[in-house]
């Protein structure tokens, strides 16, 4: 049983557009990580988020931790074709992570 | 910098074959761990050590070994292979900043059993 769901699944947009994707849980976590992952790759980390409320910026993208500390957020703004990836959050909870199922993002030129 | 190296990149074993998957560090991590990542399910935890001579088991170690005699190698080892372990295998080394693991993932090695 997986402890985070991230929705959506699949998401395609147009370069330019914007876009967020979402990472939830019941579970309450002591960090948060996102990760990208390009095909033939492993993971690459992003950022982690520690506090609830968190909001951290990385270019044009802005991750947020929920208050709670049970679910979190990528959005990215005017999305290039190098943005295309999958996009994995992971909890962090007894010094182990559990990771979601992971969101394909394809961005079109 | 090499990072994680992983080895073989592509392999197909036949039901029953045994092997084992190389996977080294240069970072000087204590921690290294084995995942599997199948379609729809993420990245699930095989074998995870916390330094050299100390393995434990993750959330899906039936049909695994490892064991890590060095800081650097932590190898996978495949005693019987199903086809239910036909996956892509990651290695993972780490360190703690005290809120969670830093990880660093190898490339990747895409297993096929027949």
């Known amino acids: 049983t997986q402890l985070l769901e991230q929705s959506p699944q699949f998401l395609s947009i147009q370069e330019g557009e914007n876009l967020t994707v979402y990472c939830n849980s019941s579970?309450?976590?002591?960090?948060l990580q996102w990760y990208r992952q390009e095909p033939g790759e492993g993971p690459v980390l992003l950022v982690t988020?520690?506090?609830?409320?968190e909001v951290k910026k990385l270019k044009r993208l802005t991750f947020q931790f929920g208050d709670a500390r049970k679910d979190s957020s990528l959005h990215i703004t005017a999305a290039q074709p190098g943005d295309t990836g999958l996009y994995l959050c992971?909890?962090?909870?007894?010094?182990?992570?559990?990771f979601g199922a992971g969101t394909t993002v394809t961005v079109r030129a | 910098n090499a990072g994680v190296t992983q080895t073989p990149k592509f392999q197909v074993l036949k039901t029953g074959q045994s092997m084992t998957l190389q996977c080294a560090q240069d970072?000087?991590?204590?921690?290294m761990s084995w995942y599997r990542q199948d379609p729809g399910m993420g990245l699930r935890l095989i074998h995870y050590?916390?330094?050299?001579?100390?393995?434990d088991q993750g959330e899906v170690p039936n049909g695994y070994n490892v064991s890590r005699s060095t800081t650097e190698d932590f190898p996978l080892r495949l005693l019987s292979a199903a086809p239910s372990q036909t996956s892509v295998y990651f290695c993972?080394?780490?360190?703690?900043?005290?809120?969670?693991?830093?990880?660093?993932f190898g490339s990747g090695t895409q297993l096929s059993v027949l």
């Open positions: 993972a080394s780490s360190y703690s900043t005290g809120y969670g693991e830093k990880l660093f």
């Open positions: 579970s309450v976590f002591s960090s």
């Open positions: 988020v520690v506090t609830g409320g």
């Open positions: 992971a909890g962090a909870y007894d010094y182990k992570l559990s």
């Open positions: 970072m000087n991590h204590e921690y």
């Open positions: 050590s916390v330094g050299a001579g100390i393995t």
